[in-house]
Structure formats: structure tokens, C-alpha cells
């Protein structure tokens, strides 16, 4: 069982910048890959960005040039940094595991953008 907790939400103003971070009770090396999710109301969960083991990245076409994600491996944790948000980031944002084909979540962490 892996448990991953999710912090750094919050309320920001457009065109400004938070920092996700997702601590995992596991070794993130044992994970094939980690994830950014994030949902808005009314829509369906969307992957934001992805990290593999061996550290390639993935992003959406949405947030490409504004958002980072990277990984410390000693703490365990893996970061979203949202740079020049925007009121459309506004969502639950999830962060995901995937190790031997089971995949996990955490409870998620609300980020509200306001225009």
C-alpha cells in the first residue's frame, strides 16, 4: 500500500504561482510513474503532467511553458510548480502512482485561481 498526501493548494490571483507538493510513504523509485491530476467542476479528471522512474516528463498541451513538475527523491516527494496561472488551473488537483500496474491517489488539494 502506498499513501501519498498532497499539500500547497490555495487561493491565488491570476498571472501568479503555487507550488503542489505530494510526499509518498513509499520509494518513488518503485513507482513506474507519478502524476499531477486535477479535476474541475462538472468535468472529467485530466492528467496535467507525469513523471517516469527514469525521470521523463509528459505535460498537457494546456500547461506547457507554465508548469513543472519534479521529484526529490531523498524526501520522497514530487512537486507541481504552476507558474502564470490562470482562472481555467482552477481545480481539485490529485497526485497519482503507479507501481506494478495498481494505481494510487491521494485526497487531493483544491487550487482556486480568481481573475
Known amino acids: 500500500q502506498v499513501q501519498l498526501v498532497e499539500s500547497g493548494g490555495g487561493l491565488v490571483q491570476a498571472g501568479g504561482s503555487l507550488r503542489l507538493a505530494c510526499a509518498a510513504s513509499?520509494?518513488?523509485?518503485?513507482?513506474?510513474?507519478m502524476a499531477w491530476y486535477r479535476q474541475a467542476p462538472g468535468k472529467q479528471r485530466e492528467l496535467v503532467a507525469q513523471?517516469?522512474?527514469?525521470?521523463?516528463?509528459n505535460y498537457v498541451d494546456s500547461v506547457k511553458g507554465r508548469f513543472t513538475i519534479s521529484r526529490d527523491v531523498v524526501k520522497n516527494t514530487i512537486y507541481l510548480q504552476m507558474n502564470s496561472l490562470k482562472p481555467e488551473d482552477t481545480a481539485v488537483y490529485y497526485c497519482s502512482a503507479q507501481r506494478t500496474g495498481t494505481p494510487y491517489w491521494g485526497q487531493g488539494t483544491q487550487v482556486t485561481v480568481s481573475s
Open positions: 513509499a520509494n518513488i523509485f518503485s513507482m513506474n510513474v
Open positions: 513523471i517516469t522512474t527514469g525521470g521523463f516528463t
